[in-house]
Structure formats: structure tokens, C-alpha cells
């Protein structure tokens, strides 16, 4: 579960003042995140995942809250929490594609590697179309597959929070499907939340809801209805 009050951010630099009053997910729910280009969607994930904190306001995700955490428990919690997929991959050229997704355990010494998490990664990688390219380096890839890496990295972990930032946004129609049933089985499976921004429409019917950041942008606290920000999608 996902629930946020009184919510207001705003980058010192740019003017851009991102304000929600309500919003809450429910813990199996998979959300769609639609808006302008610069409505701050990339920001409220970051906001959830902990990497921001916001200038008021509560993020609660499941029994923690976030906004209220030290830095470094903020830290552990993205580590241990959030499978995040970042816009920009966020791959590390140095480290082949498996190290690549198996990144979260290096970074958090809680996180178990064992049986579970290799059969895991097989399986991943299978379904994402990287198993045999495991021992590549990013650079030796193609867009949509060092997408597909950011995915499978994001996933390993079996986290309950999934944040994807436009996912199949580098692939054809064929891949970005599959790269979408990916995210939806192992979500589902592991009755995770996954909030995914997207450009693309026509996978909106995929997912159980759709929350527009439009409504938004520059609303002050309180000014706005305070229920019901979302609206449903209808199948
Ligand atoms: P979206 O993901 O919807 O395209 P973002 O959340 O990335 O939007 O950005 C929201 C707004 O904040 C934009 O106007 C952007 O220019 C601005 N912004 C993003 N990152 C920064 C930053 N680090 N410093 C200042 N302004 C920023
Ligand atoms: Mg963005």
C-alpha cells in the first residue's frame, strides 16, 4: 500500500512545484502514471522510492514512512524495498549483464543470494530474451535489451514496491508486450504494487488504473478535490 498526504515538492532551481493532496494504492494494484512530459512523474516515483524527499507531506509505503526516515534508512529501504526501472537504464558499463541485475545484492549485504534468486534470474532472463547474452557488457547491447536488463535488475529482488519509469519506452510494439507481461506476471505473482509511467495508451487496459499527473501540477494543498485523484480506466 502506497498513501500520500499533503504531498508538496518543488526544485528549488526550476519553479516546478509538484502538490498532492491524496493519493493511495492499494497494495496489489498496478498503475498506470500518464502526463505531460515535465509533470513530475519521474519525480513522485523518486518521491516514493525515498531518493527525494519531499518539502511536506507524508509518503507511507506499506508500514513505513518514508518521508520521516534518516537518509540511511531511506537507503536501505530503496535497496530492499523498491525494484526501481529507470528511464535511463542506469547500467553500469564496467559490469556484465549479470552482474548488472544481480547489482541489489552487492549493494545490500540483507539481501540473500541463493538457489531462489539464481533460478530467479534464469527464468528472468529467459522471459526477458537476455539469457544468452548474460556475460555481455551493456555497451555490447541493444537499446530495448539494455532495457529489458533494467527490468530483470529491477525484478530480482521479488520486491513488493515495482516503480517503472516508461519501461518499454525503447522497444518495438512485439517486445514492449512481452517486456509488459513480464512486469505483470512477476508483480502478480509476488502480489507486488507496480506503478509504471507511460506514454503508450494502448497498454492502459493491462493495468487496473490510471492516475493522470496533470491534475496535479501547481494545485495548491487543499484546493482540489481530495478524494478519488485517479480515475479508473475502463477495460
Ligand atoms: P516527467 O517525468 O513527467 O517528464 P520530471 O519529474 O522529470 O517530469 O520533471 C518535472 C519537472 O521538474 C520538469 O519541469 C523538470 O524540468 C523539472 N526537474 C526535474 N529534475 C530537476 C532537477 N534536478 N532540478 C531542477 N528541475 C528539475
Ligand atoms: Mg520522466
Same mark, same amino acid.
Given at each position: ?5 499533503n504531498?508538496r515538492?518543488?526544485?528549488g ?5 509538484l502538490?498532492i493532496?491524496r ?6 494494484a ?8 515535465g ?6 516515483l523518486?518521491?516514493i522510492?525515498?531518493a527525494?524527499?519531499p518539502?511536506d507531506?507524508?509518503?507511507? $509505503?506499506?508500514?513505513l514512512s518514508v518521508?520521516?526516515m534518516s ?6 529501504f530503496?535497496a530492499?524495498r523498491?525494484?526501481?526501472v529507470?528511464?535511463d537504464f542506469e547500467?553500469l ?6 552482474e ?5 545484492f552487492?549493494?545490500n549485504?540483507h539481501l ?7 533460478e530467479?534470474l ?9 539469457a544468452g ?5 551493456p555497451?555490447?547491447?541493444s537499446?530495448g535489451?539494455?532495457q ?5 535488475r529491477?525484478l ?6 515495482v516503480?517503472a ?8 510494439p512485439q517486445?514492449a508486450?512481452? $517486456?509488459l507481461n513480464l512486469?505483470?506476471?512477476?508483480v502478480?505473482k @509476488?502480489?507486488?504494487t507496480?506503478?509504471? $509511467?507511460t @506514454?503508450d @495508451?494502448s497498454?492502459l @487496459?493491462?493495468?487496473d ?5 496533470a491534475?496535479f501540477?501547481?494545485?495548491p494543498?487543499g484546493?482540489?478535490?481530495t478524494?478519488s485523484?485517479s480515475?479508473e480506466v475502463s477495460?
Open positions: 500500500m502506497i498513501r500520500i498526504s504531498l515538492y518543488s526544485y532551481s526550476s519553479g516546478f512545484q502538490s493532496p493519493l493511495e494504492v492499494t497494495a496489489t498496478k498503475v498506470g502514471i500518464v502526463g505531460p512530459s509533470s513530475g512523474k519521474s519525480t513522485l523518486n518521491l522510492s525515498g527525494k524527499v518539502n507531506g507524508e509518503i507511507v $509505503v506499506g508500514d518521508s520521516s537518509d540511511s534508512q531511506r537507503r536501505n530503496r530492499s523498491i525494484g526501481f529507470f528511464q547500467l558499463d564496467y559490469l556484465t549483464v549479470e548488472n541485475v544481480l547489482l541489489p552487492g549493494i549485504s540473500k543470494f541463493g538457489q531462489e534468486q539464481r530467479l534464469e527464468s528472468l532472463a529467459g522471459q526477458a530474451g537476455i547474452k548474460l556475460n555481455r557488457r555497451e555490447q547491447l537499446q535489451e539494455r529489458r536488463v533494467a527490468i530483470c529491477a530480482i529482488t521479488a520486491p513488493k514496491i516503480l519509469d516508461e519501461p518499454t519506452g525503447s522497444l518495438d517486445t508486450q512481452e $517486456v512486469l505483470i506476471d512477476q502478480s @509476488h502480489s507486488a507496480l506503478l509504471m $509511467v @506514454h @495508451h497498454q @487496459h493491462r493495468l488504473r490510471t492516475i493522470d499527473m491534475q501540477l501547481g494545485s494543498v484546493s482540489r478535490v478524494d485523484q480515475r477495460p
